[in-house]
Every structure is written in structure tokens, then in C-alpha cells.
């Protein structure tokens, strides 16, 4: 294995190695740091998993930079650079933008993966500024920007090899120099898939026809994908093709939260047993809370975790209720949730441009008021690199005990979204929150139901799913009680300068 710049343990080394041959059957020699033109032939598909602090994500990072060092470029979905016979590049994908987010926080430059799915089709401009930028061409001039602005660009590309970053570090954002989206049909090279419990079938599949390699990296003890039997895409897998991480990497120090998450793994734990075990870590350590009650100031960016859809309205309901908020119309600072895009497929286009900036089932979104034109929110969508995004949009505001929504803003086809003071924990996975949570009466329920999922008891699966959102703080919510909130719902601390808009695509209020 060639010597790296962090030490890997004894079943991250054989991971690493297992990796390495993978690409070196490819014709990416890692050792040698060699590489030959794309090989024709059968695709290759491989799956390290393991369950939270296993260290994936310290390999999959360690993997980027082996790669990169090898003189392979990676792509995204704001620019591939020109296309050549010998050129051998890599994309990192995610499900969703915070999971893409994630990542990119940990210096991986990754996207998602409806971003690969769908490319989008620039403006010369945005070439000839996005060649540049990667060493593959000259200067450009153009009336909009002036040398100041381009050398910031140039700066801030050298630091963080962003494209829209460094497109609005010189003022600008990249949505400005779209033109249109198509959906992909030129495939790509090699694939990283964080978060890859999370595939259907049908995305697995399109990612195979995309990607000759495909590594996965997933979590064995998550939800599976609703529909899917329980089953992972993983599971499908040869045993030659998968590998399991067990040792614990993630903090150097103790975690309690994690220690708390692989205890579920004992099958004589019963659901009592564990609480007094949160209790017992609560106690000598405030990285675990034992809490009477929800505090509603968390909710605004971090939901509560629910199982049940019951509760999770309920719960919703009693948020706008402590912030007075109106029933007629949402308050800025009012959290959402992406359920999807409800446009006919003669505006196919336009269905694309929202998804491709962020708006997918399940995106987590922070309303910030009305756009300019009847029916348009402005929205900041969590994750996403350009998350300013003003859409067509269909708000649904659930009510306890009735049947159909509420809908303070319907636009007659756009972005339907749904509240997210509260989701549920198969909506949360992929998503990581600094402080998470957790209603503890729903656990207890689906304890109670005796429900079980690929062989384990329900509840110890929503349990794991849930801890393990938490980056840094969990709190067990044992009561039905909601504290009050200390301070008006805003968005102001989502606010930052505007990127100025190109003249050649100014619109009011986007799509």
C-alpha cells in the first residue's frame, strides 16, 4: 500500500489495498501512481461498509487524495473540464445535498448524485472562465467581470477547487450561466457512493450504466430504502465483492453517542436496558442529555426524530403554535421539507433545474418569505453550494387529526414541500446534525409493536438510525412536552451578500 499522509488501521490498510487493486485492474495504478486510457469491459462494483465511527469516511477522503495524486481529476456537477481519450477522472456522490455537504465539510469535493445524473448546459462564458479556473485555458475577458473579481476566483479555485465557489467569490453565481439540463448519456469513469444504504434499485442501476467502477460505501445497520423488503443494494452483492470496517476511528476520545449505537447490536438488550444505559451516560457526560421535554429552538434547523407520522404532526402543530406562527401563511426561519416536484413532463426542463439546484424529495429547506411573483418562495436549501433558490412552490401544513393539509402557499405546479420542525428518522438518514433530538416515547412504541426488520428488532434499527445523526450532542426526549422558545423564528442567520446577476440571464425569480 503506498505509504499515505494518515495512518490507516490493519482493516483500513486491506480495505485500501482491496480498493487499489480494484482500480488497478481499471488501469489506475496507485502504487506507481501510472495511469492508462478508460478500459472496455465489464463494470466493476465493490461495497466497503460498517457501521458509524468505522472509519468510511476517513477511507473514502484517504481514496480522493491517492487518486488525486495519481493525476486523476474530479468531477462534479458544475464542471468535467474537456473531455480526452486518456483522461481519467473520479465523482463522489451523495443522496442528498446535506449528505453531499458532509462530506465536502471534510475536505471531499463531493455532489450529489441526481447533480451526475443530470448535467447542465452553460453558457460559452461559464467555459471559458471554468477552463481557466483548471489550468485548461487562457485568461478569459469578459465586460462583467474585471481583473479584481477574476483574481479572486483564481484564488479562492486554487484553495478549495470549486467552480461556483469561486464564481462567487468574484461576485457571481454559476446558476447564472445555465442554459438548460439534459439527462446524462456520455458515462463517466470511476464512482464513490457515500451513504449507499440509502439507493434504490433504480438509482443503482442508473449509476451502473454512468460509472465502468463503482465503489459503495454504506452502513449495514441502517434503514433500508422504503419498498425494498429490508434489502440494501450491498446485500445484493457477491461476498467477494464487499468488505466490512469494525474498528472505531472516528474520535480519538471516548464517544458516548457511538458507544451507545454499537451497544444495539447486543441481541439481549431490551429497550429498558438501554434507557438506563443514555441515563448512566447523560449523567457523566454532557455529550448525552436526558431531557423532560423538546426544546422548540433546536427545531427551527435540527428536527426532532420521530417514528410515527402521528406524532411527527403533532408535533409540527405545537412548534407553530409556540411561535404564534399564522395559519394562512409561513414566518421566514420556518424549516421544510422537500416532498417532491408536481410538474407535467412537457416541462420536463424545469423539473431538472430544480433538482439539479437542490429541491429532491427529502431536501432539507429553511423558508426565508415570498418570491416577487404570486406562488414563489425564496428558500435556503441546506447543503446545497448555491442554496439561495427562489421556486414555484406548494406548501402542506399537516394538521393533527385532519386528513388533508393545510396549504398557506399553492402555486399551481412546482416544489411541494412539507414541514420539518419534526421528520422521521427514515427521512433523517444521510443527514448529520451538530445536536439531534430524539422522541423516545415513538422508540418505545415501535419496541412494544415487536416489529422487526432483516432479522432485528425495529426499534433497535430506528434507535442506531437516529444516535447516529448526532455530530456532537444527543438528546434523549423521554416526555410528550415542548419548552418555550427563547427567541422569534428568523432566517437572518442564513443571510449573506447576494451574488450580483449576469445581464445575459437576469430573471426575477428563477424557473
Known sequence: MTASALTLSADQAEAHDRV?????????DLDAGRLAPPREGRAQVMALVGKAGSGKTLLLAELCRAL??????????????????????????APTNKAASVLRQRGVPATTIHRILYTPVYDPD?????????GEGERPEIAELGDAALDRAAAFYARHASVPGALAAAGLRGSDFITGWKRREDPLD????DEASMLDTRQFDDLREIFPTLLLFGDPAQLAPVGQSGEMIFDRLAPEQTMELHRIHRQEADN?????AHALADPALGFAEFEEMIRAAAARDDRVVWSQRVEVDLMARSPVLVWRNATRIRLIDAFRKVHDAPEDRLLPGEPLICDGIELPLKHR??????????????????????????????????????????????????????????????AHMGAVFLHGAAVTIHKAQGSQWDTVQVFAPDLFAAAQAGRSEAGQPLWKRLA????????????????????????????????????????????????
Open 464 to 511: 442506531y438510525v437516529a444516535i447516529t445523526r448526532a455530530q456532537e450532542r444527543l438528546i434523549w426526549v423521554v416526555r410528550n412536552r415542548l419548552a418555550r422558545p427563547s427567541a422569534a423564528l428568523s432566517a437572518e442567520d442564513l443571510e449573506r451578500p447576494p451574488a450580483a446577476p449576469l445581464a445575459l440571464e437576469a430573471q426575477e425569480d428563477g424557473p
Open 190 to 193: 470511476v464512482g464513490f457512493v
Open 349 to 410: 426542463k424545469k423539473r431538472l433545474d430544480l433538482e439539479a439546484r437542490g429541491l429532491i424529495k427529502g431536501a432539507q429547506v429553511i423558508y426565508k418569505g415570498p418570491g416577487k411573483r404570486p406562488g414563489f418562495s425564496r428558500l435556503h436549501v441546506v447543503g446545497a453550494e448555491e442554496p439561495q433558490v427562489s421556486a414555484a412552490s406548494i406548501v402542506k401544513i399537516e394538521k393533527p387529526g385532519e386528513e388533508e393539509p393545510f396549504l398557506p402557499y399553492a
Open 68 to 93: 488525486a495524486d495519481a493525476g486523476v481529476e474530479t468531477v462534479s456537477g458544475d464542471w468535467e473540464g474537456r473531455r480526452r481519450r486518456d483522461r481519467r477522472t473520479l465523482a463522489v456522490l
Open 256 to 260: 458516548p453517542i457511538l458507544d451507545l
Open 126 to 134: 461559464y467555459e471559458r472562465i471554468a477552463e481557466w479556473l483548471a
Open 20 to 28: 487499489a487493486e480494484l482500480l488497478r485492474a481499471a488501469g489506475i
